[in-house]
């Protein structure tokens, strides 16, 4: 039986690899929309391209978390009213929904990992609106709808972490990084797979509705995460310097602590993602990481020898 998936924010990180992990499915025909194309705060529109998909993969949102705290309805119309928006189109068709939210949801003063069921409260207004998103998820479709957190997303589309240290490691000899805020790096093309996964448990009725934590397991920090970056792709990781998140201010608060567990996949029979560390050598050795590395280490940062 062929299954038609529809991937909303189709260009972003995400978007892209999802589309081109249901591209390797001989069984799915795949429809993606970018916000041009579609703009999930339009209900009407929300509703034609919907209707006749299987599955609906929500990657669209608004991510500028600082830029959220200045424009806090802005980010709530896309984050929250176009999500409700979306499930009430979807809950009308009768597609599944998996809805991308963030760990962000949570305030972060956590010691240990968030299971999927912990009390909420998002410290920032990005935060309060995804988390009003995924209560209308929630509340529309408490038997198709599925939430799934992600969070320290890589990927080899767009802006990003990882590129980011590759890139500064060929014109900088030192960098300094946040080593206070720890959370689970998590490959975009890893999570994309775990989400064809569910999609296709979720028709099969074998994983039931409700939240999944779509993230790496184990944990580090950004410096920890930097550091491994480095060691992975031949440089020096003694060029990372740690410091405290004070160092970098931001309009947006984030969460200290932004670990989650992942006890609910095994209602799926679907086990969770990989450790970040493996996600992030596999990755490296992929486009555009393998070609950022070359560079960094040709422009003279090799590990002593």
């Excluded at 028709?203 to 944990?219: D, F, K, N, S, V």
Aim: with cysteine; aromatic share 6%; net charge negative.
């Amino acid at each position: 039986m062929t299954t038609r998936w529809l991937v909303t924010g189709a260009r972003g990180m995400l978007g892209q690899d999802m589309l081109a992990e249901l591209a390797t499915d001989p069984d799915a025909t795949v429809t993606g929309r970018s916000h041009d194309q579609l703009d999930i705060t339009d209900q009407a529109a929300l509703h034609l391209a919907v209707a006749g998909h299987h599955v609906v993969v929500n990657c669209a949102a608004w991510t500028d978390v600082d830029g959220a705290e200045q424009a806090e309805a802005e980010a709530a119309a896309v984050n929250a009213t176009g999500v409700r928006h979306l499930a009430r189109a979807c809950a009308a068709s009768g597609a599944v929904l998996l809805h991308i939210s963030t760990d962000y949801v949570f305030p972060g003063n956590a010691d240990r990992p968030y299971p999927e069921d912990a009390p909420t409260g998002p410290v920032n207004a990005y935060g309060r609106s995804k988390l009003a998103g995924e209560r209308a998820v929630a509340e529309l479709m408490p038997r198709t709808g599925y939430i799934v957190r992600t969070a320290w997303l890589y990927g080899g589309h767009g802006h990003n972490f990882v590129a980011t240290m590759l890139e500064l490691a060929t014109r900088r000899a030192t960098l300094d990084v946040v080593a206070d805020q720890h959370g689970q790096p998590t490959w975009s093309r890893a999570l994309a797979r775990q989400l064809a996964l569910l999609g296709r448990a979720a028709l099969a009725e074998r994983a039931p509705a409700g939240i999944y934590h779509g993230t790496a397991t184990g944990h580090t920090t950004w410096y920890g995460l930097a550091c491994e970056t480095f060691r992975l792709s031949g440089l020096d990781p003694a060029r990372i310097r740690p410091v405290g998140s004070d160092t970098f201010p931001r309009p947006a608060a984030r969460p200290a602590f932004g670990v989650l567990g992942h006890a609910n996949w095994a209602r799926s029979g679907l086990a969770p993602l990989p450790p970040w560390d493996e996600q992030l050598a596999t990755a490296l050795g992929a486009p555009p990481f393998d070609a950022l590395a070359d560079a960094a280490r040709m422009s003279g940062g090799r590990l002593p020898i």
